[in-house]
Nanobody, 121 residues
Framework: QLQASGGGLVQAGGSLRLSCAAS????????IGWFRQAPGKERELVAA???????YYVPSVYGRSSISRDDAKNTVSLQLKSLRPEDTGVYYC?????????????????WGQGTQVTVSS
């Protein structure tokens, strides 16, 4: 199971740190992705970290986000900085077992419940 937390309401330019706590699976054995779903839009990948600890970011967040893993706590965190109104959405963490594809949400087997991020202008 995955549990996402850390969302909230923040002004543009602010920062948030999202956390994904895993139970039942070791995060260092899975690819963990953070997805965003804005109202009326499809769920899209924001960032991911592979089972062998390689980060990946989509261009829209590159340079203002950082994904990291804590194997001892079995968590994956996503730090978002310089937030923009277009970053608003429900953020989900998800896991897939070492698949080569990171961006396709249909290839993720385990999902957390989502945490709302709202960025006001």
């Amino acid at each position: 199971q995955l549990q996402a937390s850390g969302g909230g309401l923040v002004q543009a330019g602010g920062s948030l740190r999202l956390s994904c706590a895993a139970s039942g699976i070791p995060v260092n054995d899975y690819n963990i992705g953070w997805f965003r779903q804005a109202p009326g839009k499809e769920r899209e990948l924001v960032a991911a970290i592979t089972w062998d600890d390689k980060p990946y970011y989509v261009p829209s967040v590159y340079g203002r986000s950082s994904i990291s893993r804590d194997d001892a706590k079995n968590t994956v965190s996503l730090q978002l900085k310089s937030l923009r109104p277009e970053d608003t959405g429900v953020y989900y963490c998800a896991a897939n077992y070492r698949r080569k594809s990171l961006g396709d949400p249909t290839l993720y087997d385990i999902w957390g419940q989502g945490t709302q991020v709202t960025v006001s202008s």
